[in-house]
């Protein structure tokens, strides 16, 4: 499978604490994007990182990319209840390949 | 607004009953695309299309057909479903391959 994989597959944390979670991919990229997923929704994008680029960030997100590892990590700062989902990173050159998803859950 | 918009978001069909899901997109995006999600397997691309009859098959295409005569319009089309095809699929729409994708809110097919 080309399919990438994210770690850890599942994490739990207190609001307001920070939320890491990574992607390792099999392909050469163009970019990387990372997608967010409430339960059996449709995705929705959250942050695109180009190959030449090595952190990126969006309001409480931060992204980083290492192509020499090709890993790249999602940090959400101060984490909120309704940042609960699931996070998928999204990669690939001539086909878009979807990691497995990291299920986030905030507990108040 | 911008916006994919798939149907139906639920359908429970019989094998073998020929379905089309369809899904529309009105931004004027060239790459269009199918995936099926499934617990445990994440999200698979079934066939994507880069632009107006241009398709090509994405990881598990096996059972499905698209066509794209239209910009707008990329449906899915089992011919003879099975119950292996029972999942969750998203359309989704991008101006290119690698670019930021919108996706449908989804159609959940149980086929008995």
């Known amino acids: 499978s080309q399919q990438g994989e994210e770690d850890p597959q599942a994490l739990s944390i207190q609001e307001g604490e920070n939320a890491t979670m990574n992607c390792s991919y099999k392909?050469?990229?163009?970019?990387l994007q990372w997608y967010r997923q409430n339960s059996g929704r449709g995705l929705v994008h959250l942050i695109l990182?180009?190959?030449?680029?090595r952190e990126k960030h969006s309001g409480r997100l931060r992204v980083t990319l290492d192509t020499s590892k090709k890993s790249s990590s999602l940090l959400i700062t101060a984490s909120r209840a309704a940042d609960t989902a699931s996070y998928f990173c999204?990669?690939?050159?001539?086909?878009?390949?979807f990691g497995q998803g990291t299920r986030l859950t905030i507990n108040p | 607004e911008a916006q994919v918009t798939q149907n139906p978001r639920y359908l429970i069909t019989v094998t073998g009953k020929k379905l089309t899901v369809t899904c529309s997109q009105n931004?004027?995006?060239?790459?269009m695309s199918w995936y099926r999600q499934d617990p445990g397997l994440g999200l698979r691309q079934i066939y994507y299309?880069?632009?107006?009859?241009?398709?090509d098959k994405g990881d598990v295409p096996e059972g499905y057909k698209v066509s794209r005569k239209e910009k707008r319009n990329f449906p899915l089309i089992l011919e003879s479903p099975s119950p292996n095809q029972t999942s969750l699929y998203f359309c989704?729409?991008?101006?290119?391959?690698?670019?930021?994708?919108?996706f449908g809110q989804g159609t959940r097919l149980t086929v008995v």
């Open positions: 999204l990669e690939g050159a001539q086909k878009l390949v």
């Open positions: 299309s880069m632009n107006v009859e241009v398709t």
């Open positions: 989704a729409s991008s101006l290119q391959m690698n670019t930021e994708a919108f």
């Open positions: 990182i180009r190959s030449n680029e």
């Open positions: 931004m004027n995006h060239e790459y």
């Open positions: 392909t050469s990229i163009n970019n």
